[in-house]
């Protein structure tokens, strides 16, 4: 039993790493763009001695569907090699518009404000998965498989995904709701991005695994009294 356990705790740490490690690298040319267009907004904002939005450079990241329902391909490209149309249809967008600070929804700065602490928060709960997941590794390739602090370096896993998750559909949430006052994309309608899903999931396994081990844990120092 001890062996098989040790088998899936090495094999979902390591789904569970590449899954997150995949997600990271997915959105790290967007974090780093976010940053990037951050620090240029705080420098003009320095040189100016105004205020301003953090959205007034003008980029969105938009999660876009077809007007008229999905696979409909809306939109048309040419082929290079027989100039030929060819039908497409998008599910994201990068949209960079110039001088919109006019056009923003009153609480932006806010949201704004709100988006970057949330993002660094992502972050931090995001550092802590895979430290906690070498730890909860390094535990068991020691043969400490029911040791109780890898109950608690699981639960430290699930919640930070959980709160990864929740962080960022926040802010998914406050992209979506300036960018629909002032994008319009012809053929298509903006929708609110929920963010992946799998990260939920994956949090409550490891939740639950952790309760399993703990009710295991329980029943390993029953059986050691007993004995």
Not at 105 to 127: E, N, Q, R
Not at 131 to 150: A, H
Not at 172 to 194: I, K, P, T
Request: aromatic share 12%; charged share 20%; glycine share 6%.
């Amino acid at each position: 039993m001890d062996r098989r356990l040790k088998i899936i705790t090495i094999a979902l740490s390591v789904v569970y790493t590449i899954s997150i490690g995949g997600y990271i690298y997915r959105e790290m040319a967007d974090f780093m763009y976010g940053v990037k267009i951050g620090i240029k907004e705080g420098v003009k904002m320095a040189e100016t001695g105004g205020m301003a939005s953090l959205s007034t450079a003008g980029t969105f990241f938009l999660s876009v569907k077809p007007e008229n329902g999905m696979r409909t391909f809306p939109t048309v490209l040419r082929n290079q090699l027989d100039r030929m149309p060819m039908k497409v249809e998008y599910e994201t967008m990068v949209v960079e518009l110039s001088d919109v600070r006019d056009k923003l929804p009153k609480g932006t700065l806010a949201a704004d404000i709100c988006s970057v602490f949330l993002s660094f928060f992502a972050l931090f709960v995001m550092a802590l998965i895979p430290v906690q997941t070498f730890r909860v590794l390094s535990s068991v390739s020691k043969d400490k498989i029911f040791d109780p602090s890898n109950i608690s370096k699981l639960r430290i896993i699930g919640y930070c995904s959980l709160a990864f998750y929740v962080a960022n559909f926040i802010v998914n949430y406050f992209h979506y709701w300036v960018a629909a006052h002032v994008v319009e994309v012809d053929g298509y309608s903006l929708r609110m991005d929920w963010g992946n899903i799998t990260i939920v999931m994956l949090g409550f396994v490891v939740l639950m695994f952790a309760e399993v081990l703990k009710v295991s844990v329980q029943m390993k120092e029953e059986q050691d009294l007993t004995v």
